[in-house]
């Protein structure tokens, strides 16, 4: 399918099923136009409702003694499959990102998660480390997917002003932010809700 269907068919995604199948579809086209090293025979694929966050994620059997950059003989470890592969990884989509991005960034957001499919296929493992970073630049893909949720606070620097921490609920650096001190500058911090309302501490 071209990247002009797969944009029609993403307009018209409207259930979990559906999102699967687009993300599957988009995911193929990539795999050929990115050349990516993929099994999809050994990915299995789900929607999350609970997700309030992460855009997507990949889940894996973990693998003792491995590392990104170190090629895996699945057929010597005990969690290879029946058939001397790679076991099966499971891509979970959130449907409250879905919902949120548009086709660009879901497909992005793709993209950084096949990078994850295809170091843990390679290697046994995945990270965000150097070579990952290196290949979602080549996928124009993000090493970061961006949070979808608006946090319930933000903690910045008195002294340079940046965000330094976004915390989705209460909690104890929210309840007592003022013992801590920022990492960028060692000064105090500031907690805030998003719409201004500073919190009572």
């Known amino acids: 399918m071209f990247a002009g269907g797969l944009r029609r068919e993403f307009e018209t995604v409207g259930s979990h099923e559906e999102l699967i199948a687009f993300s599957r579809d988009y995911c193929e086209y990539a795999v050929s136009e990115f050349e990516l090293s993929v099994a999809f025979s050994r990915v299995s694929w789900e929607v999350s409702t609970r997700a309030k966050r992460r855009a997507a994620a990949v889940k894996r059997p973990k693998v003792s003694e491995t590392a990104v950059g170190d090629p895996i003989d699945w057929s010597e470890r005990p969690t290879v499959a029946e058939d001397g592969g790679a076991p099966t990884c499971t891509v979970s989509l959130s449907w409250r990102a879905f919902e949120s991005f548009d086709y660009e960034e879901w497909t992005a957001t793709l993209r950084h998660e096949l990078v994850h499919v295809e170091q ?50 209460d909690c104890k650096l929210v309840r007592e932010y003022e013992s801590y001190v920022s990492s960028c500058c060692g000064a105090s911090l500031e907690c805030e809700s998003p719409d201004g309302a500073a919190s009572d501490g």
């Open 120 to 169: 843990f296929q390679r290697f046994g493992t995945t990270d965000h480390g150097p070579a990952f970073r290196r290949r979602a630049a080549a996928l124009d893909a993000p090493v970061r997917v961006r949070h979808f949720a608006t946090p319930a606070y933000l903690l910045t620097c008195t002294d340079c002003e940046n965000v330094v921490a976004r915390r989705y609920r």
